[in-house]
């Protein structure tokens, strides 16, 4: 996939889809920085993919903007460049509608989509400046979720973040696009991670994902780690702006909850 040497920042990467898409990463022979607000299992998750390859941890909040900006100037001193960004990084709230918390939409819309953006954007003027200066185009892949389009009606401010998240994809898409820098973003449908198990564990809610899942299981975190990895390699030169999504065929197949 030509990965060999560049380096990438992954946000949220200290557990679950982020980490296996760090560690995919580490295995391409990337630079890796993994940025999260989680230090205990940030600095777990670095001892492993040490042994594995070229990888730092840098504690950030991608909600903050002050964050961001350490976090930029971290992978400067660090690696002197950044090639792709993973943002990854999110939480979920479940809530019916009726009953969500102003405290819980500012908190996931601020991690989930104000994150996305500032990290995108800081990371974008770096990726642009370096294309002016004659360095070659970078690639940027976003997390979106299969709720982009469903909406769930429990999970609020996460399904309006996801689809917020798709609009972001585009506009970054188009705004970048001169420069030669890729835009796209990743859908997921139910991963089996940690998010999944907080949102989802008790065996009934495990079998109406399923019911509604025609390949019948769960996706994996290393199924969404070989997207990731596509979409930031040349493989992937002439796609830009698109939703690649990974949900054992449930959005294609239009599968209704059971
Ligand atoms: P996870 O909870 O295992 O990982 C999320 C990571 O984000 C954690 O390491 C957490 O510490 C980090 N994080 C939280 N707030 C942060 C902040 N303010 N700044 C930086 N890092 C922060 O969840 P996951 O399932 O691996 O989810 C990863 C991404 O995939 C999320 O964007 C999620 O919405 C998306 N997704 C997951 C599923 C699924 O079924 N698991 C489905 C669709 C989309």
Do not use: C, W
Request: no cysteine.
């Amino acid at each position: 996939m030509a990965l060999d040497g560049k380096t990438a920042i992954v946000t949220g990467g200290a557990s679950g889809i982020g980490f296996a898409i760090a560690e995919r990463f580490v295995r391409e022979r990337i630079k890796v920085i993994l940025a999260d607000v989680d230090v205990a299992g940030g600095e777990k998750t670095i001892e492993t993919l040490k042994r594995l390859g070229e990888a730092s941890f840098v504690k950030t909040d991608v909600s903050k903007r002050l964050d961001v900006h350490n976090l930029l100037a971290a992978a400067n001193d660090l690696y002197g460049d950044i090639d792709i960004l993973v943002n990854n990084a999110g939480v979920v709230h479940g809530a019916d509608f009726l009953d969500v918390e102003e405290a819980d939409f500012d908190r996931v819309l601020a991690i989930n989509l104000k994150g996305a953006f500032l990290t995108g954007q800081a990371v974008a003027r770096f990726m642009v400046e370096k294309v002016k200066n004659g360095g070659s185009a970078g690639a940027i892949v976003n997390m979106s979720s299969v709720n982009a389009v469903f909406g769930l009606p429990n999970q609020v401010p996460y399904s309006i973040s996801k689809g917020g998240m798709n609009q972001l994809t585009k506009v970054m898409a188009i705004s970048l696009a001169p420069y030669g820098i890729r835009v796209n973003a990743i859908g997921p449908g139910s991963i089996n991670t940690a998010m999944l198990a907080s949102v989802n564990n008790d065996p009934e809610a495990r079998r109406r994902i399923l019911s509604r899942t025609p390949m019948g299981r769960v996706g994996e975190t290393s199924e969404i780690a070989s997207i990731a990895a596509f979409l930031a390699s040349d493989d992937a030169s002439y796609i830009t702006g698109q939703t690649i999504y990974a949900d054992g065929g449930r959005l294609p197949l239009n599968y209704t909850v059971a």
